[in-house]
C-alpha cells in the first residue's frame, strides 16, 4: 500500500520516499514565500520514523534561515581563499573565474535545491538532512554540492554528493551525535592536520583542543 505525507510518495519498488514538500522561503531569492521543495528519503521505512518526520517539520518551517545559512557560509568560504569558485560557460564550455560580493549573488548559480533526510543519522530526536544541488548546478563543482545539517547547524559543506561526506565524517567520528557544526571551515583551516594527524584533528572539532 502506498502512503503519502503532503506530497511525499513511498515508492515501495525502491523503498524510498521522493516527492517535495512546502517549505517557507525567501520571496526576494525564491519569488514566493512558499516554495515547493523536491525531497527525497533513500532507505527510509514506512511509515517514517519520527526523526524523519520531525526534520522535514523543522525544514519546512526554518527553510527560508537555514538556506540563508548555507548561502552565508558559501560566500564566508570563498572570503577564506580556501576556495575559488568557477562557472561554467556552455557556450565556450570553459569555466570562468567568478568572486561574489554579496551571499545572494551565489544563488543564481546553484539551481534548484533539494532537500535529502538521512534518517540513519540521528541526534536529538532529530535526523540530519542535506541540501544538495546536481544537474542544474552551474558552479563548477563536477559530482555536485551538498550542504549536510543538523536542524539550523550547518555541519559540512560538500563539493560532491552528501553520502561520500557522511562516510568521512564516519571515519572520523562513528558517532554522529558528537558531531559539531562548522566542520566545513574547521577542515580548510586545519586541512594538513586532517591528512597527517586525524586524531588530534578530531579533538579539535568535537572538543576544541588539541590535546
Known amino acids: 500500500m502506498d502512503e503519502t505525507i503532503d506530497q511525499l510518495q513511498y515508492d515501495e519498488k525502491h523503498y524510498c520516499w521522493e516527492g517535495t514538500i512546502e517549505v517557507q522561503a525567501s520571496k526576494d531569492l525564491f519569488q514566493t514565500d512558499l516554495y515547493t521543495l523536491n525531497t527525497f528519503i533513500d532507505e527510509a521505512e ?15 518551517e526554518h527553510f527560508e534561515e537555514i538556506y540563508h545559512i548555507f548561502l552565508e557560509s558559501m560566500l ?64 563548477s563543482i563536477e559530482h555536485g554540492f551538498s550542504a549536510l545539517f543538523h536542524k539550523k547547524e550547518l555541519i559540512d559543506l560538500i563539493p560532491f554528493d552528501a553520502e561520500t561526506g557522511l562516510q ?44
Open 76 to 139: 564566508a568560504w570563498q572570503n577564506s581563499n580556501k576556495m575559488a569558485y568557477e562557472v561554467y560557460d556552455e557556450e565556450t564550455h570553459n569555466f570562468d573565474p567568478i568572486h561574489f560580493s554579496h551571499k545572494e549573488e551565489i544563488h543564481n548559480y546553484l539551481g534548484s535545491p533539494l532537500l535529502q533526510i538521512h534518517p540513519s543519522y540521528i541526534k536529538d530526536q532529530f535526523s540530519y538532512y542535506s541540501v544538495n544541488f546536481f544537474n542544474q548546478n552551474r558552479l
Open 168 to 211: 568521512n565524517l564516519i571515519d572520523l567520528e562513528p558517532d554522529c551525535t558528537r558531531w559539531q557544526p562548522n566542520f566545513w571551515m574547521l577542515k580548510l583551516e586545519r586541512s594538513e592536520l586532517l591528512y597527517n594527524d586525524p586524531p588530534t584533528f578530531k579533538n579539535v572539532w568535537l572538543n576544541g583542543t588539541s590535546t
Open 46 to 60: 514506512q511509515p517514517l520514523c519520527i526523526t524523519a518526520l520531525n526534520s522535514i517539520d523543522y525544514v519546512k
